[in-house]
């Protein structure tokens, strides 16, 4: 069996606020996890969780993916943007125009995201998130289409997007320029194996597609450690 996108991880100084941050703002539930970590869970069983995992590492420099979210209509937006304010979001300038209608802003740890105006035809029935969008070449794209068995729904420009076959939340890279990548990133993949799969056929499927494998394929807990094709790194764990 494939592996599949279990969570979307962050790297966090402060793992417990930022939870309460997104848990807020998504309006999803939270739970605690093993080694300080928490995560938000996805209010039905087709989205993917997001972890907050301990670290002492602090953020440099703009992360390579951010979120997109989406709103209903104008007033939607304005109270999102409110929201996460009043929960400990700030409003940051990356270069937007206003006539571009989303509005940037950062969460309590410094991670970028987006609200985005109602009526965005891209990101229509995706849910909340609308997005995940990526600083990333058509090649990575190409690639996390066929590890996660995900059809490409953009493909232009050397632009792409994936979505699950369920919908939800789109996967987008956005194509050259694409900055140099400096340090760990702060966010990444974890992809979990059905119970029962062929670990190693996985492990070796992904490094066929163009995956590296960073550590042994199976450390003391239960998980790969890999970079994709733009050197991102990414974790596959075996679920028990």
Known sequence: MTSQLFAICFN??????LARFWSGVLRWESADGPGGDVAVLPPDATGFRIRFLPSQEPK????????????????DQQQ?????LELGGKHIDVGQLPEEGHVVLAD????EFCVIPAGNKFL???GVIGAL????TQEVGYFWSKALRWPLVWDQDQETAIQSPSGGTKITWGGPPVAPKTGRNRLFF?????????WQAEIDRLVSLGATLTEPAEG????????????????VRRDR
């Not at 309590?108 to 991670?111: E, K, Q, V």
């Not at 969008?133 to 990333?136: E, F, L, V």
């Not at 974890?190 to 062929?198: H, R, Y």
């Open 108 to 111: 309590p740890d410094g991670n």
């Open 60 to 75: 440099t420099g703009r992360n390579r993916a951010h979120f997109d979210l989406t709103s209903t209509s104008p007033e």
């Open 80 to 84: 999102r943007v409110a929201r996460a």
């Open 12 to 17: 966090a100084t402060r793992p417990s606020e």
């Open 190 to 198: 974890e992809l979990a194996l059905p119970a029962g799969s062929d």
């Open 133 to 136: 969008a990526c600083d990333g």
């Open 220 to 235: 003391d807990d239960g998980q790969a450690l890999m970079l994709d094709p733009d050197g991102n790194e990414f974790s």
């Open 124 to 126: 229509a029935d995706t």
